[in-house]
C-alpha cells in the first residue's frame, strides 16, 4: 500500500514481539510516499524477482505522483503467511538499497518497532493505493 504524503512525523514508541530489531529512528518528511510493505514466505524463494518486481512499481508509482522521497514500513498487520522476521528485514534493506541505488531519499522505519505516525495524506485520485506484487 502507498499514500503520497504532505508530511510524516513518525516517533518510534515500543519494541513489538520480533527478535529482529533495528535501531529505532524518528522520521520527519514532506512531500513523500509512505509504503506499507510486507513479505511473505513464499518472496523468499524468489526474492530477486520480487525486489526487481517492487523497485518497479514503486517507481512508476513515485513517477506518477512526483516524489523522490520513499518512506519503507515494515507492515506484516494484514497478512497471514509472513516470512520469517530475518528474511523480511533482510528483504526490506536490499529494497531500500536498490531503490536509494536510483536517487530516491529512503528512510526505513525501524524493523521490531511500533510508530506513533502524525500525517497529512494528499487528496488526489493516486494519493493511496495497493499493489500485490508476486
Known amino acids: 500500500m ?14 513489538g514481539r520480533s527478535d529482529v530489531i533495528a535501531e529505532p529512528l524518528e522520521i520527519k518528511v514532506k512531500n513523500s510516499l509512505l509504503l ?5 514466505k513464499d518472496d523468499s524463494k524468489n526474492k530477486v524477482d520480487i ?13 506518477n505522483v512526483g516524489v523522490s522521497t520513499l518512506v519503507l514500513n515494515p507492515f506484516a498487520h494484514m497478512f497471514a503467511d509472513l516470512a520469517p522476521p530475518a528474511e523480511a528485514n533482510a528483504m526490506m534493506v536490499e529494497l ?3 531503490l ?3 536517487n530516491f531519499e529512503v528512510l526505513l ?5 511500533f510508530y506513533e505516525m502524525e500525517l497529512k495524506a494528499k487528496g488526489h485520485k493516486l494519493a493511496r493505493i495497493s499493489r500485490e506484487i508476486r
Do not use: C
Request: aromatic letters at 14%; proline letters at 2%.
Open 2 to 15: 502507498a499514500w503520497h504524503l504532505d508530511y510524516l512525523n513518525a516517533i518510534p514508541t515500543e519494541k
Open 36 to 40: 506499507f510493505i510486507s513479505f511473505e
Open 51 to 63: 525486489i526487481d518486481r517492487a523497485v518497479g512499481e514503486i517507481i512508476r508509482i513515485s513517477g
Open 96 to 98: 531500500r538499497q536498490r
Open 100 to 102: 536509494a541505488d536510483r
Open 109 to 113: 522505519m525501524s524493523f521490531g518497532y
